[in-house]
C-alpha cells in the first residue's frame, strides 16, 4: 500500500459488531445487513486494521433510542416477534411496517447495533480521541420520530447528531445517498444549530421529499439545503455542485463536527439507483471533507449491489487514513463475490447524464443565495456540558443485555440465504425506484382514516411534521407547533439545567481481532 502525501495524519477510530452480519430483512429483501461484515473482512484482508483503532461499540438502549424517537414506537420494536401476527395487524398502519420495513428476527437487536456505532463515533469524537470515527453500520436516514420508513428503523444519525450537539455548538450533516436524508432534515427542520445538506434524486422517486425550497422553517430557516438531481449524474458534475455547495456551507456554518452518510446507492449500477458515479467519484466527498480538519463521522447508508458496496466502502475506509488501496484484490472469505475482475474498482457506465449544465449551475446559483440569509456561524449561548449519557451504570438490565452474545441458535435461525449474497446479473439491471410518492402516500392514507382522525385529536407532536406541512403552517399551527417543540426540550433535557446543550436540537427532533476494544 502506498500512502498519498498529507500533512496532517487524522486518528481514525472504527466502530464493527461482528453479530450485525447475521441479521437479515427476509427473503428476497434488497437491504442485506451482511453487507457490512463483507466490507469488514475486505478491510481486514486489505491490512486497514493497522492503521484504525477498531472498537466494538455497545448496543444502544431503549432509554439511549428514546432521545429522538418516542417510547411505545421503541417499546414496540422490542417486543413484537415475526409471528406476532395479530400485534403486527394492529400497529402496521401507526408504525409503519410494510413490504420495506417488515418485522424480522432480530430487528430491535440490529437497531440497537447501528445506533450504538454511531452513539460511540458520536461519544469518541466529543472526548477528542479521533479526528475520524466511522460506522458502516450507520446511516439509516429515513427512520422518522415515530415510524419506519425506508428499509429504516432507527435513526442512528439523529442520535449521533444529538450527541455531538452537547459539545459543540454547531453540527453539518452531509448526504450522498441516492435518496434524500428526510428523516434527519425533518428532525432538525426548525433549528438553526444542525445544518442538513442533501444530494439527491428528486422527482417521482422515494421518499419523494428534498425540493430546492424545503429550505427550514422559524429559527431553521435556509438551514437545510437540498440540491435535487436528475438521473445520470456524473464524477465530474459531481464534484463540481458538492465542493461548491460545501465550501460556501463550511465558510457561513463553521461547525464544530461533521457527519457525513455515504449511502452508496448513487453508485453506477446500483439496483435501485439511479446515478453514475465511480467508487473514486464517490469517494471525493470523504476526501474533500477531510480537508477542513473538523471532527468528522462517517456513516453507511443505501446500497444495493453489495459488491460494489463492500468495494467502496473498503476505498473509503482507506481514504479515511490516507492510504490509496491497490486495485487487486486481496484473497478474502467472499472473494468469489467479486468475480469476474476481483478489483477494487467501480466504474461509471455510458449512461446519460440528464443534468445539464444550465441546470446544475441554476441550483447552484439558487443554494448560494439562500446560504447568503444566514448568519455567520449562529450564536449559541453559553451552557455548562451535560453528563454523559451515553452509557449510564443505573440501567442494570440494559447493561446485563450488552454483554449478551447470540447464541449458534440464533445465529442459525437469522442466517442469510447462499443465494441472498449472490449479485446476480439482475442486480445491476437499472431496476428504478419509480413509484410515485402520491401514490404511495395515497396508497396508505387510504386506510388510515379512523387512526389520522384518533391522532389528530390525541397527538402531541410525537410522529413530527414534513417538510411542507413545517412550512405551510401558520397562526395557531405555528403556536401549538412551539408547544410540541418546547415539550419534547423539556422532556430531551431532564430536570438539571446541565442538559442545556442539546435543547435546541430536542426540540426541533420533536472479535474477528484480538485488539478489538470494547466501547462502554
Known sequence: MSSTVR?????????????????????????????????HNLVINY????????????????????????DDYIEFLHRVQPEHTDEINKYQQKFNINDDCPIWEGVYEFCALSAGGSLAAATKLNSGDADIAINWSGGLHHAKKGEASGFCYVNDIVLGILELLRFHQRVLYIDIDNHHGDGVEEAFYSTDRVMTVSFHKYGEFFPGTGDINDVGHGRGKYYSVNFPLKDGIDDE???????????????????GAVVLQCGTDSLA?????????????????????????????????????IRNVCRTWTYETGRCVDVELPEELPYNDYFQYFGPDYRLEVQS??????????????????????????????????HQVPHDTYSSDDEDDDNESKERRLSQKHIDKRRVPENELSDSDDEGDSRRDRRSYRERRLHRERPL???????????????????????????????????????????ARGDGPAADAGADAASAAGGELGSIKRED
Request: net charge positive; aromatic share 8%.
Open 7 to 39: 500533512s496532517r495524519r487524522n486518528k481514525v477510530s472504527y466502530y464493527y459488531h461482528d453479530d450485525v452480519g447475521h441479521y437479515h430483512y427476509g427473503p428476497q429483501h434488497v437491504m442485506k445487513p451482511h453487507r457490512i461484515r463483507m466490507t
Open 47 to 70: 491490512g486497514l486494521y493497522k492503521k484504525l483503532e477498531i472498537n466494538r461499540p455497545t448496543p444502544a438502549t431503549t432509554k439511549e433510542m428514546t432521545k429522538f424517537h418516542s
Open 237 to 255: 458534475s459531481y464534484k463540481d455542485i458538492f465542493s461548491t455547495v460545501l465550501s460556501a456551507v463550511m465558510e457561513r456554518f463553521r461547525p
Open 269 to 305: 449500477g446500483d439496483r435501485l439507483g439511479c446515478f453514475n458515479l465511480s467508487m473514486k467519484g464517490h469517494a471525493f466527498a470523504v476526501d474533500f471533507m477531510k480537508t477542513f480538519n473538523v471532527p468528522l463521522m462517517v456513516l453507511g447508508g443505501g446500497g444495493y449491489t
Open 349 to 382: 457506465t455510458n449512461m446519460e447524464n440528464m443534468n445539464s449544465r444550465e441546470y446544475l449551475d441554476r441550483m447552484k446559483a439558487q443554494i448560494l443565495e439562500n446560504l447568503r440569509h444566514i448568519n455567520h456561524a449562529p450564536s449559541v449561548q453559553m
Open 449 to 491: 382514516m379512523s387512526y389520522d382522525k384518533e391522532r389528530s385529536g390525541a397527538s402531541n407532536g410525537e410522529s413530527g411534521a414534513g417538510p411542507s406541512a413545517a412550512v405551510a403552517q401558520s397562526g395557531a399551527s405555528e403556536q401549538a407547533m412551539e408547544v410540541d417543540a418546547s415539550s419534547a426540550a423539556t422532556e
